[in-house]
């Protein structure tokens, strides 16, 4: 598994090169990285296309439409599917990337099979979904949730894919030190939004960044973990009961 010491071997990025391209050089050689191994344990997962948006909002990756676009094209005679990953993702944890990449592989093992796994717009996962997941290691739910029903699947052995995830959270702390080498240091004090998924309004605090690290931070309303707004890029936290 050679690749996966990409990050692993070389937590640095070069200080002299600007943030912005460091960012995409590290979501897509991380993404790339960790899609390749799960291709290599799983036959019929298609290829991916990395990309990037113009803004580092955090997206969750659990969340079917944070990661996958929806366009898909025949590269070099194979099929290949669009991820799109923001510098506020990888900001979340390797264990939830890794959650959020084998949701799109089943997705992906859909369209390779040429199985109709979600409806609604490509808002509701059938079981048919389901048992594409449950293939690949995650968890369905007992119970469809409303509006996107068996979309959320946990990763059922995180151990697994140790090395993929230390990829990940490898790639999260080399964005942040480009990220705040190419900033203006900030003042002493310096706090920054943390938004929860509470609907329709988020509850939103103001924390330091040393706060944040230390652990997840749960929302008592919703149950979420605190992220950070949009646009704000930081480490990835201690782990807590419920990483």
Same mark, same amino acid.
């Given at each position: 598994?050679?690749?996966?010491?990409?990050?692993?071997?070389n937590?640095?990025?070069?200080?002299?090169?600007?943030?912005?391209?460091?960012?995409?050089?590290?979501i897509?050689?991380?993404?790339?990285t960790?899609?390749?191994e799960?291709?290599?344990r799983f036959?019929g997962?298609?290829?991916?296309?990395?990309?990037t948006?113009?803004?580092?909002?955090a997206?969750?990756?659990?969340?079917?439409?944070?990661?996958?676009?929806?366009?898909?094209?025949?590269?070099?005679?194979?099929l290949?599917?669009?991820?799109?990953?923001?510098?506020?993702t990888?900001?979340?944890?390797?264990?939830?990337?890794?959650?959020?990449?084998?949701?799109?592989?089943?997705?992906?093992?859909?369209?390779?099979?040429?199985?109709?796994?979600?409806?609604?717009?490509?808002r509701?996962?059938?079981?048919?979904?389901?048992?594409?997941?449950?293939?690949?290691?995650?968890?369905?739910?007992?119970?469809?949730?409303?509006?996107?029903? =068996? @979309?959320?699947?946990?990763l !059922? &052995?995180?151990?697994?894919?140790?090395?993929v995830? +230390?990829?990940? *959270? $490898?790639?999260?702390?080399?964005?942040l030190?480009?990220t705040?080498?190419?900033a203006?240091?900030?003042?002493a004090?310096?706090?920054?939004?943390?938004?929860?998924?509470?609907?329709?309004?988020?509850?939103?605090?103001h924390?330091t960044?040393?706060?944040?690290?230390q652990?997840?931070?749960?929302?008592?309303?919703? =149950? @979420?973990?605190?992220?950070? !707004? &949009?646009?704000?890029?930081l480490?990835?936290?201690? +782990?807590?009961? *419920? $990483?």
């Amino acid at each position: 598994m050679n690749d996966l010491t990409l990050f692993v071997d070389n937590p640095t990025a070069p200080a002299a090169e600007p943030a912005s391209v460091v960012h995409g050089a590290v979501i897509i050689s991380a993404v790339e990285t960790a899609w390749r191994e799960i291709r290599c344990r799983f036959d019929g997962v298609p290829d991916i296309s990395v990309t990037t948006p113009p803004t580092a909002g955090a997206q969750d990756p659990t969340k079917c439409s944070a990661l996958r676009t929806g366009r898909r094209f025949v590269r070099d005679g194979h099929l290949t599917m669009e991820l799109q990953v923001s510098s506020g993702t990888l900001g979340l944890g390797g264990r939830p990337m890794m959650e959020g990449l084998l949701h799109h592989a089943a997705h992906g093992l859909a369209l390779t099979r040429g199985v109709r796994d979600t409806s609604s717009a490509g808002r509701w996962h059938n079981r048919r979904y389901g048992r594409l997941a449950l293939e690949l290691g995650l968890t369905p739910p007992a119970r469809a949730a409303k509006v996107v029903g =068996l @979309a959320h699947c946990p990763l !059922a &052995d995180a151990e697994a894919w140790s090395e993929v995830i +230390a990829v990940l *959270d $490898a790639a999260a702390a080399v964005q942040l030190e480009a990220t705040v080498e190419s900033a203006v240091t900030p003042r002493a004090g310096y706090r920054f939004p943390i938004v929860c998924e509470c609907a329709p309004v988020p509850r939103r605090q103001h924390v330091t960044p040393f706060f944040f690290r230390q652990g997840p931070l749960l929302c008592g309303l919703c =149950l @979420a973990k605190f992220r950070p !707004a &949009d646009s704000v890029v930081l480490p990835v936290q201690a +782990a807590g009961a *419920d $990483a």
